[in-house]
């Protein structure tokens, strides 16, 4: 981040804005609407300002700046046409390490003011750090389609009613879990109708009918697709904002990981080649442990946990000590990683079937049931290949596919960074050694490999952030 997003109370603290044309003007009604007490300086201010400022709205003072209009003040903001005094204004209250903020300056600044959406007392702030204004203020007009005024009336409700929880609940862990489920559900509803009397008893009803019991724990095992957060379910998101633990994997992207609920405590349990931070093992007594601690505990893993991910290791030991558990699929790296580099895993002209296997490495060698794999009309996706791409490779070959056949690896599929290389059988290792794969790949092998150049969609001409290239070589 390039700024700190933070909410400043000012209610009764001395403001400074200096200048007095339009901008000036929208930014003292923005402070005025803080209950600031606001101290403008100005040769002279428009109509509308002089007007105010009569009516004893604000403090005015038609001179020049001075360093002498900055003692004593929270915050300032300069709002003239005049660079040198606007850098003045800056270097100024700088020094004195009060926050100022120079309208359309960003390198002047010590704080910008975002795009606000005001459901008072929901505030949502929006910003580009200062690089495209035009662009927050379209995301907050987005955002005012679809957040209701009615949202400032049910923070109200809460507020007047969150002592009675507090007193009601001995367990912290309860009462956020009471407001989880009443702030989803249809006490909402009622105050998005105006029903606000029957919302009020809706809460009161709600609240008698809970019982003060110790939380219990519980574990969602939840699928983070091939990368792409736009590839999350709706549920994985749900419950990715509940829980109060994660424990993730290496394959899970720091973007799907930023949107788990940001105070829950982060576990890392990610496995690489001759590197295991936690044994699975040592996973599956974390998160016994865990649950039983009454935590809410998410197991995030990539792709589909019941895929190449150990998943059904995880939940039958939760099975065996009781602890209750929820599993959502993700979209496997097959289907998500083919689909983005435009390679269809089945096609009624080239392959009827698809099978998928893992190319661990084990004593240098992959045991795979080869004869299986070289069966015509049928795709092979092996995960987790990449080490193991040049035996792979061999044993398909010697097994009876041909050389010729056409292979396929990507590296970090569906994400910005996706990298698709495209040979055969017998060039796939050498291109993927001399372009510096690296971890997670997904390799295919079939006649379906052949449609990529016609199917091909994933790049910088849809995609202006992506890192994608091919090459082909028959």
Known sequence: MDFLPIFINIRDRNCLVVGGGK???RKIDLLL????CITVVAPDINKELLKKANQGVFIYRAESFTPDHIKNVSLVIAATNNLRINKEVSETAQKLGIPVNVVDNLDL????????????PVLIAVSSSGKSPVLARLLRAHLETIIPEAYGRIAT???????????????PERRRLFWEKELQGPFVDMVLAGKDEAAQNYLEQSLCNETDETPTGEVYLVGAGPGNPDLLTFRAMRLMQQADVVVYDRLVSPEILNMVRQDAERIYAGKEHRNHSMS?????????????ENKRVLRLKGGDPFIFGRGGEEIESLANFGIPFQVVPGITAASGVAAYAGIPLTHRDYAQSCIFVTGHLKNNNVDLDWPALVKPNQTIVIYMGLLGLSVLCNNLISNGLPERTPAAIIQQGTTRNQRVLIGSLDTLPGLAHSSNLTPPTLIIIGEVVNLHQSLTWFDSKHDPNANNYSSFKK
Not at 33 to 36: D, L, M, Q
Not at 109 to 120: A, D, E, G, K
Not at 280 to 292: D, H
């Open 109 to 120: 600044c010590s704080f910008i003011v975002p795009s606000i959406l005001n459901r008072s």
């Open 157 to 171: 409700y809460a507020a007047n009613f969150r002592e009675r929880v507090k007193q009601h609940f001995s367990y």
């Open 280 to 292: 699975q093992e040592s996973i599956n007594e974390l998160l016994v442990r865990l649950a039983k």
């Open 33 to 36: 609407n803080t209950g600031a």
């Open 23 to 25: 901008i000036a003007a």
